[in-house]
């Protein structure tokens, strides 16, 4: 099961997952086109994929979002909007939706999940942070949002703590900057005024596959952002 899995990263990710023979299915936000096109893309492989739009607010139950598939053997948490902004220019709203989006969604998923994972003994859980979100530091222009997904790594520490025992991994992949539909174009003009050309979603999809395939890889928060210095 991906969230926000048809279109950047996730839709990447489900494709590689494709290919490796998984059934999949993608939840979206709003965009048929992009739901119906990664269907068509990932059933092309052969495997089994169905797919459904649930526009996430902060109003949105995890049963809605997990309709279609509620107990997921693989639950990757993709979808992770973002906010530009210094500090004092949020907002109590914008506050409210990055934690919620990037913090508080990710983490009532997994209390959803893990019970019915353990139970079977298997489990594979993946989070998105942000660019950088590896380690405790200070941003000046992300700080909420890189707040919530910095704390995404005390969960992952977290669900391994109490449940790798019981077969299941949980790892944060921190992306670099990652040219997909919904990239902020100043931190692209960043990025190439550093010399570094922002990664592809696919450069992301195959550290994640690899990650879920290998079950020594467990409670990592693991960058994949090329050396970027912010
Ligand atoms: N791209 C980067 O440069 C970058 C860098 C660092 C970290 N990350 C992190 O990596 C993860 C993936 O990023 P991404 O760039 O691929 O894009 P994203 O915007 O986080 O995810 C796109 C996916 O989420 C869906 N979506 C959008 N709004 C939604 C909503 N309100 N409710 C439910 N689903 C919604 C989209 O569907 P629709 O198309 O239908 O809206 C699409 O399937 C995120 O957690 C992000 O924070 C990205």
């Not at 942070?129 to 707040?147: C, L, M």
Request: charged share 15%; proline share 5%.
């Amino acid at each position: 099961m991906i969230i926000g899995g048809t279109g950047g990263i996730g839709k990447a990710l489900a494709y590689e997952l494709a290919q490796k023979g998984a059934a999949i299915t993608v939840q979206g936000g709003s965009s048929q086109q992009r739901l119906d096109t990664t269907l068509s893309l990932l059933r092309s492989t052969g495997a089994v994929a169905q797919g459904f739009l649930s526009p996430i607010t902060s109003s949105s139950t995890v049963q809605q979002v997990l309709a279609c598939s509620a107990h997921p053997d693989i639950l990757v948490c993709a979808w992770g909007p973002f906010k530009r902004g210094a500090l004092e220019t949020m907002s109590a709203s914008d506050w409210h939706d990055l934690v919620w989006a990037n913090l508080i969604f990710p983490g009532m998923l997994i209390s959803t999940v893990l019970p019915e994972m353990v139970k079977r003994h298997w489990g594979r859980i993946l989070l998105f942070g942000g660019t950088k979100t590896d380690t405790i530091r200070g941003f000046t222009t992300s700080a909420v949002y890189s707040a919530a997904k910095t704390a995404l790594s005390v969960l992952a520490k977290s669900v391994v703590q109490q449940s790798a025992k019981d077969g299941i991994c949980c790892n944060v992949i921190c992306p670099g900057l990652t040219d997909t539909e919904y990239t902020d174009t100043e931190a692209l003009r960043y990025n190439r005024s550093h010399g570094l050309p922002p990664l592809n979603p696919k450069d992301i999809a195959r550290v994640a596959l690899t990650v879920l395939e290998n079950p020594h890889i467990n409670g990592a928060i693991i960058p994949v952002d090329q050396g970027l210095v912010l």
